[in-house]
C-alpha cells in the first residue's frame, strides 16, 4: 500500500512554477520536472516533459525510454519554435511495482530514501551532463533532460520506507542531514510535506517535492474465513468415549488379581 503527497508552489521569487509534479497512481508513477531558466518563450518545457514521460509509460515504454523521450520531445518543440534561449530542465521519476521500483534521473532533481529506522540514503547522483551545456543553444541545454542513456536504479521498499522526489531548489536549502530531522520530527507525510515546503519558502525556493510511503498490507481475517473448514469428526471421539468403561474394568479387575495373588 502507498501513500503520496505532492507540492507544487512557484515559491516567492518567481510569479510562474518552475516545476511540475506527476502524480499518477494508477500506473504506477510519480516525477518532479523542473525547469530553472524559464522564459516566456519556453513555459512549455517542464509541462511538455510531464505529459510525455506520463503518455509513454501508459504505451508500456519503460520508464527511462520515457524520460529520453521527454527529451526528444523538448527538443523538436524548441526547433519548431526556432528559441535560441537556454533551459536547464532537470528531472526525477519513480515507477512502482508492488515492493520494487524503478529510478531515473537527469540533471538536479533528487531522490531519497528515509527508513522506518531514521536513516536516510541519497538515491541519485548528480548528471553525468550538467555541466557540458552550461552554455549553448535551446537544443544543446535541453540534451542534459535524456542524452540518450538516463541513470537507473531499481529498488526494493521495506515496510515503513519513505521515497522523497524533489528538485534542486529543496537540496539547495536543506541537507540530507536537516531533512532526515524533518522526517524524524513527524510521523505524518502531510505535516512533513509541510514542514520542507515552509523552510524552501523561508528562502523564497520552489519547494516542489513528491511524499511516497509503503506500507505491507496484512491480510484482512474475516468471520467468512471460516465457514469454509471442515466440521469437527465426533466418530473417532465417542468411540474412545465408549470403550473407556471396558478399559477401566479391566485395570480394575487386573488390580484385585495382584492383590489376590498377594
Given at each position: ?6 507540492s507544487c508552489h ?192 523561508e528562502t523564497s ?42 478399559f477401566l474394568g ?13
Amino acid at each position: 500500500m502507498l501513500e503520496s503527497v505532492s507540492s507544487c508552489h512557484q515559491g516567492k521569487a518567481s510569479e510562474v512554477n518552475k516545476a511540475g509534479v506527476l502524480d499518477a497512481p494508477d500506473i504506477g508513477l510519480w516525477a518532479v520536472v523542473s525547469d530553472s531558466e524559464v522564459r516566456d518563450d519556453n513555459l512549455f518545457a517542464g509541462d511538455l516533459a510531464i505529459k510525455t514521460i506520463e503518455r509513454q509509460v501508459s504505451q508500456g515504454d519503460k520508464l527511462e525510454d520515457a524520460v529520453v523521450a521527454a527529451d526528444k520531445a523538448i527538443q523538436l518543440a524548441v526547433d519548431q519554435e526556432q528559441s535560441n534561449h537556454t533551459s536547464l530542465i532537470t528531472a526525477v521519476a519513480v515507477q512502482i511495482h508492488s515492493s520494487h521500483y524503478d529510478l531515473c534521473w537527469a540533471g538536479k532533481s533528487h531522490a531519497f530514501l528515509l527508513g522506518a529506522g531514521g536513516e536516510i540514503s541519497q538515491l541519485t547522483g548528480e548528471s553525468h551532463v550538467d555541466d557540458r551545456f552550461a552554455q549553448g543553444d535551446g537544443k544543446q541545454f535541453l540534451e542534459c533532460m535524456g542524452a540518450n542513456r538516463v541513470p537507473k536504479l531499481v529498488g526494493e521498499f521495506h515496510d515503513g520506507d519513505t521515497l522523497l522526489l524533489c528538485s534542486h531548489d529543496l537540496t539547495d536549502v536543506l541537507s540530507k542531514e536537516q531533512i532526515r530531522d524533518v522526517f524524524f520530527t513527524y510521523d505524518s507525510l502531510d505535516i512533513c510535506s509541510k514542514a520542507l515546503s515552509d523552510k524552501c519558502l523561508e528562502t523564497s525556493r520552489s519547494p516542489n517535492h513528491i511524499l511516497l510511503r509503503y506500507r505491507e498490507q496484512t491480510p484482512e481475517i474475516k468471520a467468512s474465513d471460516f465457514k469454509h473448514r471442515r466440521p469437527f469428526d465426533q466418530s473417532k471421539y465417542s468411540e474412545n468415549v465408549n470403550a473407556r468403561p471396558l478399559f477401566l474394568g479391566l485395570v480394575a479387575l487386573s488390580i484385585l488379581a495382584i492383590l489376590f495373588l498377594i
